[in-house]
């Protein structure tokens, strides 16, 4: 079974910068793709940036320039490094994976969420 484990959340002002870790564990065989996704109060969830096979990334327009994602293969754990924040970045942030597992194929997994509130 693949885990998720997220951290890095918090306050920030406007114009600040947090950086979110993800770490995953588990029997994984390799990563397809690692990414976050974010949720506002009232608003669907929406993909803010991935990484895909651990090379080519994909970003959400509204970050695109402010939010840069990583990943260190050696620890199974991505970054989602988030400089210049704005008011409309305050979500729920949520890491999400598809890892092959080996006989049992793909898996797909998402992490608890954490709260990133930006705010004066």
């Known amino acids: 079974q693949v885990q998720l484990v997220e951290s890095g959340g918090g306050l920030v002002q406007p114009g600040g910068s947090l950086r979110l870790s993800c770490a995953a564990s588990g029997r994984i065989f390799s990563i397809n793709v690692m990414g976050w996704y974010r949720q506002a109060p009232g608003k669907e969830r929406e993909l803010v940036a991935a990484?895909?096979?651990?090379?080519?990334?994909n970003y959400a327009d509204s970050v695109k320039g402010r939010f840069t994602i990583s990943r260190d293969n050696a620890k199974n754990t991505v970054y989602l490094q988030m400089n210049s924040l704005k008011p409309e970045d305050t979500a729920v942030y949520y890491c999400h994976g598809n890892f092959y597992v080996g006989s049992s194929g793909y898996v797909e997994v998402w992490g608890q969420g954490t709260l990133v509130t930006v705010s004066s």
């Open positions: 990484i895909i096979s651990g090379a080519s990334t």
